[in-house]
C-alpha cells in the first residue's frame, strides 16, 4: 500500500526559508512523478512543483525562482525547498504521487496518492 507522510510545515516570518519532506512508502516503480501541491485559505488547490521521472520540474508562475522540488530516490523523499516566502505562499501543503504519467501524451502530472498535508503559515 502506498503511503505518503509530509513533514516540515511550520510557521515563519516572510522572507524566512522553509523546506518540506514528503517520505514515500509501499511501492517501488522508477517511472513514476510526483508534485506538490498547496490550498490556502479560502483558495482552491493549486499545484506548485512537480517533478518527473525524468527528473525535467515544472514549477507555478509565483513560486518560480523561488521554490525548488527535487527527489531522493534512495531515500524516496521528496523535497521542496522554499525561499523567500510570503504570506502568499501560507497553506497546507500536499504531496501527490501519480504512477501512470509514463503512459500519459501530455506532461501532466495527475497525483492519484495523496499525503495528509504539513501546514505553512506565514506571517508578514
Known amino acids: 500500500e502506498v503511503h505518503l507522510e509530509e513533514s516540515g510545515g511550520d510557521s515563519v516570518q516572510a522572507g524566512e526559508p522553509l523546506t518540506l519532506s514528503c517520505k514515500s512508502t509501499?511501492?517501488?516503480?522508477?517511472?513514476?512523478?510526483m508534485a506538490w501541491v498547496r490550498q490556502g485559505p479560502g483558495k482552491e488547490r493549486e499545484e506548485v512543483a512537480s517533478i518527473r521521472y525524468d527528473s525535467t520540474t515544472e514549477y507555478e508562475d509565483a513560486v518560480k525562482g523561488r521554490f525548488t522540488i527535487s527527489l531522493d530516490n534512495v531515500n524516496r523523499t521528496l523535497y521542496l525547498q522554499m525561499n523567500s516566502l510570503t504570506p502568499e505562499d501560507t497553506g497546507m501543503y500536499y504531496c501527490g504521487l501519480d504512477l501512470m504519467c509514463w503512459a500519459r501524451e501530455t506532461r501532466e502530472v495527475v497525483p492519484t496518492h495523496w499525503g495528509q498535508g504539513t501546514q505553512v503559515t506565514v506571517s508578514s
Open positions: 509501499g511501492y517501488h516503480y522508477s517511472q513514476s512523478c
